[in-house]
């Protein structure tokens, strides 16, 4: 006699991921964090490379100032630095703006028009070419000594790499995406919208970086032509006075200013492609 046995299969249950750990989630911000520590060493290196020639009286303080003299200044003037730095600011801005705007306006028809790119593409290489400071005295004739000249050499210096980046970006799409939103009765605005612009931004975005820094350039440029307030009014006053602490305290200003400013694109980037091949090299 024999006794039937029946096995109940045994189903493994999935395993459960374990949740991300505080530890994990630290050691990730501190290895996001890793890429400054070299450029902080270095400056921290510089700084006190500068202190020690100061202070052993190697250069004379009017051709390098200590860097208590630098302080100094800062703090002793303030208020003076802080006008002068929200006028620069605001021309920076508003130049930047500009041509971020007519950048991708320029770059996107250029990219649809053949006849427009031919047509205007070697002009816009011919104005970038001619020094912005050679120009900039005729803006102030034109415009005057307000803030439109210095708004305006500003969007000359950033506008040609938005335009640069802006047509290599919306060119790198693949055209068999294309003809496959078409043949799926996309419009041209809707494969515009959702594939070709979100496509174009990481180049567009590159473009930013490098139009941010020279924005800050072009508003001190116009103001080194013709200006009553401005950072670039501190430093030829600065230089004309032989105060080369201030000077000092007003190049370090426009240099945070672009570092804020690319800072600033570089967090947009952050969010807005985030499935970029760059960010996630950054993140592992």
């Known amino acids: 006699m024999t006794s039937a046995t029946t096995a109940t299969p045994v189903i493994d249950s999935p395993q459960k991921r374990p949740p ?5 989630a630290r050691g990730s911000w501190l290895q996001s964090m890793s890429g400054y520590v070299y450029p902080t060493i270095f400056l921290v290196l510089a700084a006190i490379a500068w202190w020690i020639v100061t202070e052993a009286d190697l250069v004379a303080p009017y051709i390098l100032p200590s860097p208590a003299d630098t302080i100094a200044a800062f703090t002793e003037n303030a208020a003076y630095l802080w006008q002068h730095t929200v006028v620069t600011t605001a ?8 041509s971020v705007v007519v950048g991708i306006i320029v770059a996107i028809v250029m990219v649809y028009s053949r006849t427009l790119e031919r047509t205007f593409y070697p ?10 400071i050679a120009i900039a005295p005729l803006f102030i004739v034109w415009m005057g000594f307000g803030p439109e000249p210095k708004i305006l050499v500003a969007v000359l210096m950033a506008f040609f790499p938005i335009v640069i980046a802006g047509i290599s970006g919306l060119r790198t799409i693949d055209p068999e995406i294309l003809e496959l939103t078409s043949t799926m009765g996309a419009s041209r605005f809707k494969t515009f919208m959702k594939v070709r612009f979100p496509a174009a931004l990481p180049e567009l975005l590159s473009g930013m970086k490098v139009a941010a820094t020279l924005a800050v350039t072009g508003a001190v440029v116009g103001e080194f032509v013709g200006a009553n307030e401005g950072l670039g009014y501190v430093i030829l006053q600065a230089n004309g006075n032989v105060d080369t602490a201030m000077l000092f305290a007003a190049l370090f200003i426009m240099s945070l200013l672009g570092i804020l400013l690319f800072a600033i694109i570089l967090i947009a980037e952050h969010f807005l492609v985030p499935w970029h091949a760059s960010r996630r090299n950054l993140e592992q």
């Open 20 to 24: 991300k750990s505080r530890g994990n």
């Open 91 to 98: 021309e920076t801005v508003f130049g930047f703006v500009i």
């Open 123 to 132: 002009l816009i290489l011919f104005a970038q070419v001619i020094p912005k």
